[in-house]
């Protein structure tokens, strides 16, 4: 077992710290961005919910190609699993190209499609409109770092993430405040960033397949393969999308202050979530390696360790989130509806998080089995049960205040959907129809 948690720590250490540091990137613009003003604070959290959409979306970019390549890698193949990454960049950066392209025209629209007050919706326009050019340079990250996580290694994408991180702060910091540029200045800023990062990723990508032996241009037939491969887990991320989606929409419903406290608690559900992500992720690499070494009884012992440490560290994270739970508004926002509204979610947020843990485990596991269709359709079901749950928070009465409101929508969302997703993913991790071994041609 010693050797199970060295194993998982060297993974999931520094997953955590670039899984931490990616939803930084919109922390602190929900934290700049909010001491301007209620409105920009909300038109943010309807600007980065169609951003996180288009961008988690693609998250198979990573989550197939760390399988893809680490089986490839356990199998003894690392130059066919380096050319595996390198198509999904090539992927990535396609699919980026034509979302950057159609973003400033969709902007405005897909902003009013949100119902928000008129100022709101105008400033969530302007943010997309920009935050558009950075598309593609996100969608490279995320490919790569699916590379080099399948090639055991989760250090480079921690130094890219906290590099990227440090400059957006700054960026952002001078062209909000210094220039005055308000909301404009957020999303210029961190496109820059993104850009750095992307072309970071690229340099480190070309010089592992120039060791491996592996072919940098463009095949057709392999980014094909790199999308046929990821379709389960576009649909599986398209349910989720969804659930978000129609969360964010019914907390605009219920007014303004709604709106803006539940973004204030998603930015700290995404970021303590992806914390505990970190052991999906260490689950992904090492699954994918074990099973194209065909290592099955090292597997189990493995899932056993991962939702230990998983859950284990939801329990601590969620005591401490209980504790600062008073507080939690003040981060975010001056206004006095927003604070008042923010605590009662917040301490459903906490009770949750182990709960979360065993989700975010679980699906880490399957995932590094290569189970997306499983994944995928367990999503719809899921899918099925939270939206009446959801309608349910929607009925929150306009007497009851903010504060009612918003925990009937942590409620839903943390018990509910969360609940649901551990009912559709343990009986399937307990079985063992998940654990054939499926490899990857490296064409």
């Known amino acids: 077992m010693r050797a199970i948690d060295r194993r998982i720590l060297t993974l999931a250490v520094p997953a955590l710290g670039a899984l931490v540091a990616e939803p930084l990137f919109l922390v602190t613009d929900t934290a700049l961005v909010g001491h301007l003003g209620i409105e920009p604070l909300a038109a943010l959290g309807i600007a980065s919910t169609v951003l996180q959409t288009a961008i988690g979306l693609l998250v198979f970019l990573a989550y197939a190609t760390t399988p893809a390549v680490a089986r490839l890698v356990g199998a003894g193949d690392r130059a066919g ?87 957006n702060a700054a960026l952002n910091a001078i062209l909000i405040y210094g220039a005055g540029w308000g909301i404009a200045g957020s999303a210029v800023g961190t496109v820059a960033a993104q850009w750095g990062m992307a072309l970071a990723c690229i340099a480190i990508a070309i010089r592992h397949a120039r060791r491996a032996g592996a072919r940098l241009g463009l095949r057709l037939p392999g980014v094909a393969s790199a999308a046929r491969a990821g379709f389960w887990m576009l649909l599986r991320t398209l349910t989720l999308r969804v659930a978000l989606i129609a969360t964010v929409v019914v907390a605009t419903e219920l007014g303004t202050t709604v709106l803006a406290s539940t973004q204030v608690l998603f930015q700290v559900t995404f970021l303590l979530a992806l914390a505990l992500d970190a052991f999906a992720i260490a689950a992904q690499a090492m699954i994918g390696f074990d099973l ?17 440490w998983g859950i284990g560290s939801g329990c601590a994270l969620g005591a401490a989130l209980a504790a600062a739970a008073p507080c939690v508004g003040t981060v975010f926002s001056s206004d006095a509806a927003v604070i008042a509204a923010v605590p009662p979610g917040a301490w459903v947020l906490a009770a949750t998080m182990p709960l979360g843990a065993l989700v975010f485990v679980l699906d880490g596991v399957l995932i590094g089995a290569n189970d997306g269709r499983y994944l995928a359709l ?66």
């Open 81 to 167: 699993a380096v050319r595996a990454g390198i198509d999904g960049i090539w992927l990535a950066l396609a699919l980026g190209v034509v979302l950057a392209v159609a973003g400033p025209f969709l902007a405005h629209p897909l902003a009013a499609g949100f119902g928000a007050d008129p100022a709101v919706t105008e400033l969530a326009g302007v943010y997309l409109a920009i935050s558009s050019a950075g598309i593609p340079a996100m969608l490279a990250v995320i490919a790569a770092t699916g590379l080099f996580r399948g090639l055991q290694d989760t250090r480079t994408p921690l130094v890219i993430a906290v590099v990227g991180f440090a400059a």
């Open 292 to 308: 194209g070494a065909g290592s099955p009884s090292e597997v189990r012992a493995t899932v056993r360790r991962l939702l230990l």
């Open 378 to 443: 367990a999503g719809v079901v899921n899918l099925a049960v939270y939206l009446p749950l959801l309608w349910w928070a929607a009925q929150t009465p306009a007497s009851a205040g903010a504060p009612a409101a918003v925990l009937g929508i942590q409620l839903a969302y943390g018990v509910g959907f969360y609940g649901i997703r551990a009912l559709t993913l343990v009986p399937r991790a307990a079985g063992s129809r998940w654990m054939a071994p499926r490899r990857r041609a490296s064409a």
